[in-house]
């Protein structure tokens, strides 16, 4: 059964009882029960709004994330567990420890991954194809060309029209993708601290004022998703923040964007700074069967040991099983 996300846009009293979230309206007194297992995420946008320390600690436990909205609806905070891992001590010294060139390199990976994922979108979209190819395979090691701005000067106005700029306070549907990446940096800050790491760390976004610039690191390769969107909504004579563009919206992350995959993304990183691989993987791969993008989060690595060790049981032999790999590998795509 799929997760719920649920959104909250008028006076409601939320509290716990019995290990469920009881919703109370305050103006007609009628109360609903949720169970909590149900529930992925959950959006407050409303000022009136209340809810209990208990059920404020229950959700926490449960790893569900919650968004509290400013009035203009804009997310402005979200709820963290400071002990989402047990091992995150261990983690945070890797992450620390890590090295320029490291850094680097799992940045060029990102880069790479985002151009090209915004280079799928504009095949998706019918308005060009391999356009930003040249960029994305051309990333140096911490993107030193800045092959990712060059690549956006074309992005953009393809997408969106060569009228539009990109500016978080410039005129519509800006207003959109602000909410759009407001809720993705929220949900991938979630995932790295439950991955164990530190989201003030960056590794290319550095700022005195910003407490999660690994989130808006992290986030990069998946913002092509709120594009599309956005791009969907305008089609349909929606360009700016109203309950049906928040819904669509919403609905990317328990609908569109593959389970689990910004958890995966994460828990790479992690997995990289500890030394177990190199490569984080992070683009769209098309699904010729229904015509659709989807994102790809698991590192290779992963991939590569479990159908070794599969091959090697199968064939009770390693030479075998190595051989049979290997000719796999070379015939990926």
């Known amino acids: 059964m799929a997760k719920q996300t649920l959104v909250f846009e008028s006076p409601m009293e939320l509290s716990l009882k019995g290990g469920m979230i009881a919703i109370t309206n305050r103006e007609s007194g009628e109360m609903t029960l949720r169970s ?18 208990p059920l404020i600690t229950q959700l926490s436990k449960l790893n569900i994330g919650v968004v509290f909205c400013d009035e203009k609806h804009m997310p402005v905070s979200m709820l963290m567990d400071m002990e989402s891992n047990s091992i995150q001590a261990e983690r945070f010294r890797c992450q620390l420890a890590a090295s320029k060139p490291v850094n680097k390199y799992i940045w060029k990976q990102i880069v790479e991954s985002k151009i090209q994922n915004q280079s799928l979108l504009l095949e998706k979209m019918g308005v060009g194809k391999s356009l930003l190819d040249i960029y994305y395979k051309n990333v140096k090691s911490g993107d030193s060309t800045n092959r990712e701005g060059v690549a956006a000067k074309v ?28 809720l993705l940096r929220s949900m991938i800050a979630k995932h790295i601290m439950n991955a164990g790491l530190l989201p003030t760390v960056g590794l290319f976004h550095h700022n005195r004022y910003n407490a999660f610039p690994l989130a808006d690191d992290l986030m990069e390769p998946y913002r092509p998703y709120i594009d599309y969107k956005v791009k969907i909504l305008m089609e349909a004579g929606i360009f700016d923040i109203c309950r049906e563009s928040k819904k669509q919206l919403l609905e990317l992350f328990y609908q569109d964007i593959p389970a689990n995959s910004m958890a995966m993304s994460a828990s790479t990183l992690a997995g990289i700074y500890e030394g177990h691989g190199k490569v984080i993987v992070l683009r769209y791969q098309k699904n010729e069967s229904e015509k659709e993008f989807s994102i790809s989060t698991e590192g290779y690595y992963w991939m590569i040991l479990f159908f070794y060790l599969y091959l ?17 590998l070379l015939n990926l795509d």
């Open 36 to 53: 909590l297992e149900d529930i992925q995420f959950i959006m407050i946008d409303h000022h009136s709004v209340r809810i209990t320390i």
């Open 155 to 182: 992005y953009w106005p393809k997408l969106m029209g060569k009228e539009f700029v990109r500016d978080r306070y410039g005129k519509a549907p800006n207003a959109l993708l602000n909410y759009g990446y407001s």
């Open 312 to 328: 090697h049981m199968l064939f009770k032999s390693a030479h075998i099983g190595t051989y049979i790999a290997i000719s796999w």
